[in-house]
């Protein structure tokens, strides 16, 4: 392994590590019941900042707002006994309180700084200085909402020092994997009836791996910039609702797996190959969506295959369910059966045809740790009967959210492969930081280990594994 390598593996142990010592030692978080932090209530609700009875004084109300710089009232409720001298061990006490919303012991505001109603700790935080406070505020809105109507987007920079097959083939480049705006008139069906739609317009290198390329003539197919930029439109569609019920037609996302094309929705920098090459990205179609309880909603509906335009790909069922449990745990089931495609992984066979379903279990241990298991089955055939694609997988997610900036990761796959008489197992193991020090940015960091000894994967060069190191910076406007 080169220098830069392990200098960027030792940045991230101690970054995972900072993170998870600071997780530990109490923090300052938006509306936490801890001094310099409390939101103002009325007197009706108890003792607040600017609501304390004065020192000594049982009941009464001193005044509302937040208190001054030097105050007779006690502090934001975290103060030692009355007396005590003024001590950043010790906390405020009475008569030596900071102002409220600034940190007794730096004098600084944590909640403070830039973005729309609320900052980020950019500015005062650091690793090591026990600086793990973060309130986000809101994101920024470059067009906003009008009543149902919204739009906005997104865009993703990134680069990685190996490549691979799964969108990340562009290595060792500085390289725009997204530039998407989209614009929704929401559904509101709260009064009966009501109609509204999506549309996706996406550029960037991600582009030539999200168009319709199903029948390899789909409508936005031949949108490329290049050998390695492109264009497509992922979605364009209108949806019709009443009541518990909608129905989407038009071109839309899948509802199968874990993982997304918006960067924005996964965790990670880098994909797996069960989203790659296991599921459908995108159908042309019908799709209904039926709440029968707050804890269970179904789909059904009918594609013409997979990954299509607005031409026949196809005829398929595409429906699933999810489910809430309880509090902490929801499986998700989707399936897709039928009539594929015509041009992808065909074998000469005019068609493919067959089933594949997508179990995910997402499971909340705490209320900082999230586990997600999912396993996928894909078995396909020709219109003679000979095998396409015959494919397993378990994807396996470790998510530790510090707070609303920071969060680790852990991805652990397994990809099976059955062709024929052989049969093939591709490893991968993926560790990743979410650090977000704007509401509108997340900086997503990674490291990737996979393993590919029959070299079927794509690794590059062809490599029976690989280690690649790369990052990635998503705007949202």
């Known amino acids: 392994m080169n220098f830069a390598k392990t200098a960027f593996?030792?940045?991230?142990?101690?970054?995972?590590?900072?993170?998870?010592?600071?997780?530990?030692?109490?923090?300052?978080?938006?509306?936490?019941a801890i001094c310099g932090c409390e939101a103002v209530v009325g007197c009706g609700a108890g003792p607040a900042c600017g609501c304390e009875p004065a020192c000594g004084v049982s009941g009464g109300c001193v005044g509302l707002g937040c208190e001054s710089?030097?105050?007779?009232?006690?502090?934001?409720?975290?103060?030692?006994?009355?007396?005590?001298?003024?001590?950043?061990?010790?906390?405020?006490?009475?008569?030596?309180?900071?102002?409220?919303?600034?940190?007794?012991?730096?004098?600084?505001?944590?909640?403070?700084?830039?973005?729309?109603?609320?900052?980020?700790?950019?500015?005062d935080c650091c690793l090591g200085g026990g600086c793990f406070d973060c309130c986000l505020g809101e994101p920024c809105r470059l067009l906003g909402d009008c009543g149902n109507f919204s739009a906005g987007?997104?865009?993703?920079?990134?680069?990685?020092?190996?490549?691979?097959?799964?969108?990340?083939?562009?290595s060792e480049k500085y390289q725009l994997h997204q530039a998407?705006?989209?614009?929704?008139?929401?559904?509101?069906?709260?009064?009966?009836?009501?109609?509204?739609?999506?549309?996706?317009?996406?550029?960037?290198?991600?582009?030539?791996d999200t168009q319709a390329f199903g029948t390899g003539s789909g409508w936005d197919n031949d949108w490329d910039n290049g050998n390695q930029y492109g264009r497509a439109m992922p979605?364009?569609?209108?949806?019709?609702?009443?009541?518990?019920?909608?129905?989407?037609?038009?071109?839309?996302?899948?509802?199968?797996g874990w993982e997304v094309v918006p960067a924005p929705d996964n965790f990670f920098y880098s994909h797996a190959y069960t989203m790659y090459n296991n599921e459908p990205f995108t159908h042309t179609g019908a799709l209904a969506t039926y709440n029968l309880s707050e804890d269970i909603s179904i789909w059904a509906g009918y594609t013409q295959g997979w990954d299509s335009g607005f031409d026949d790909n196809?005829?398929?069922?595409?429906?699933?369910?999810?489910?809430?449990?309880?509090?902490?745990?929801?499986?998700?089931?989707?399936?897709?059966?039928?009539?594929f495609g015509e041009a992808r992984w065909i074998n000469g066979g005019g068609d493919e045809r067959g089933f594949m379903n997508s179990i995910i279990l997402d499971y909340a241990v705490s209320d900082n740790l999230q586990y997600i298991f999912q396993h996928d089955l894909l078995d396909t055939e020709n219109r003679f009967g000979n095998r396409v694609r015959e494919r397993y997988a378990v994807n396996q997610y470790l998510?530790?959210?510090?707070?609303?900036?920071?969060?680790?990761?852990?991805?652990?796959?397994?990809?099976?492969?059955?062709?024929?008489?052989?049969?093939?197992?591709?490893?991968?193991?993926?560790?990743?930081?979410?650090?977000?020090?704007?509401?509108?940015?997340?900086?997503?960091?990674?490291v990737r280990w996979d393993w590919d000894d029959d070299r079927i994967a794509g690794l590059e060069d062809n490599d029976d594994e690989q280690t690649t190191i790369g990052a990635n910076t998503i705007i949202t406007f």
């Open 314 to 339: 196809g005829d398929a069922f595409l429906g699933g369910a999810t489910v809430t449990l309880t509090d902490r745990m929801t499986l998700i089931y989707a399936a897709t059966g039928g009539r």
């Open 180 to 208: 998407w705006v989209w614009f929704e008139k929401s559904l509101d069906t709260s009064c009966g009836w009501d109609i509204g739609g999506r549309v996706d317009y996406l550029y960037g290198t991600d582009a030539p």
């Open 235 to 256: 979605q364009a569609y209108l949806e019709v609702g009443y009541g518990d019920l909608s129905v989407k037609v038009g071109h839309f996302f899948t509802i199968i």
């Open 69 to 123: 710089a030097i105050t007779t009232g006690p502090a934001c409720g975290c103060e030692p006994a009355c007396g005590a001298g003024p001590s950043c061990a010790a906390g405020p006490a009475c008569g030596f309180e900071p102002a409220c919303g600034v940190d007794p012991c730096s004098g600084a505001d944590p909640c403070g700084g830039s973005g729309c109603g609320g900052g980020s700790c950019l500015g």
């Open 153 to 170: 987007g997104w865009i993703s920079l990134g680069y990685h020092d190996e490549a691979n097959s799964l969108f990340n083939s562009y």
């Open 9 to 32: 593996l030792a940045l991230f142990v101690c970054l995972a590590t900072a993170t998870a010592l600071n997780a530990q030692s109490p923090s300052c978080g938006c509306g936490d």
């Open 399 to 446: 998510i530790y959210t510090i707070n609303d900036c920071w969060a680790l990761g852990g991805r652990f796959e397994w990809w099976n492969r059955e062709n024929g008489n052989s049969d093939s197992d591709v490893y991968d193991l993926t560790l990743g930081i979410n650090y977000k020090p704007h509401a509108n940015v997340t900086i997503r960091p990674e």
